[in-house]
């Protein structure tokens, strides 16, 4: 089966500081990843795919077979990127299911 | 945001009352998904749908069932509440006919439940 692991509940860092939220996961077959974000009172939404390889709002995340993570990285970190993250995992095939981590809530001090 | 909106927003009950929460997208996407948010646990999918009248147990189903008698609409009945669904329930959507978009999910504002 399936697991997606964030081994931080929280994480706090000063603005302009580099950030990872770590993932890792545990899967058998060939995974697609996927990291979610949720800005307070907004909706869950997704923020970056691996196999997209792209960047946004200068997140960056990096499949790493070998270690079976995907942490998501940004070298310097603002403000507004305080919010929950989730990890999540398509093994889905057909049914695009989701497995999700359990979440690290990202604080970013003035 | 997509167009799914979910109903109510905020619930109170109490133990052994039904409960039925309403998810509505007006995207005609395919799937459809509940999801239970707890801390520490993050999101875990309770039921999932990819068709009318199709469905299928997620991780956590227990004491939840689901329909789907149309595209738009996917309830989720808790036949006899307990305090442990106590919880922030989100519904979510996914496949449109753009082939990079086919498996991101989109998701609804949430469904605070509380059993007392």
């Known amino acids: 089966a399936q697991r997606v692991t964030q081994p931080e509940k929280l994480l706090s860092v000063f603005k302009g500081a580099p950030v990872e939220l770590k993932c890792n996961y545990s899967?058998?077959?060939?995974?697609?990843l996927f990291w979610y974000v949720q800005y307070s009172r907004q909706r869950l939404q997704l923020l970056l795919r691996?196999?997209s390889r792209e960047s946004i709002k200068g997140f960056t995340a990096d499949l790493n077979k070998g270690e079976t993570s995907f942490h998501l990285k940004k070298p310097f970190a603002q403000e507004e990127d305080s919010a929950m993250y989730y990890c999540a995992l398509d093994s889905s095939g057909s049914a695009r299911q989701l497995t999700f981590g359990s979440g690290t809530q990202l604080t970013v001090l003035p | 945001d997509a167009g799914i909106t979910q109903s109510p927003r905020h619930k109170v009950t109490e133990t052994g009352t039904p409960v039925t929460l309403r998810c509505h997208q007006t995207?005609?996407?395919?799937?459809m998904y509940w999801y239970r948010q707890d801390p520490g646990h993050g999101l875990r999918l309770i039921h999932y749908s990819y068709g009318v009248k199709d469905t299928d147990k997620g991780e956590v189903s227990d004491g939840y069932s689901v329909s789907r008698s149309k595209t738009e609409d996917f309830l989720l009945t808790l036949e006899s509440a307990t305090s442990s669904q106590t919880s922030v329930y989100f519904c979510a959507i996914s496949e449109s006919l753009r082939t990079e978009h086919n498996n991101e999910q989109f998701f609804g504002p949430g469904t605070r439940l509380t059993v007392l």
């Open positions: 995207e005609n996407h395919r799937y």
């Open positions: 899967y058998s077959g060939s995974p697609e």
């Open positions: 691996h196999i």
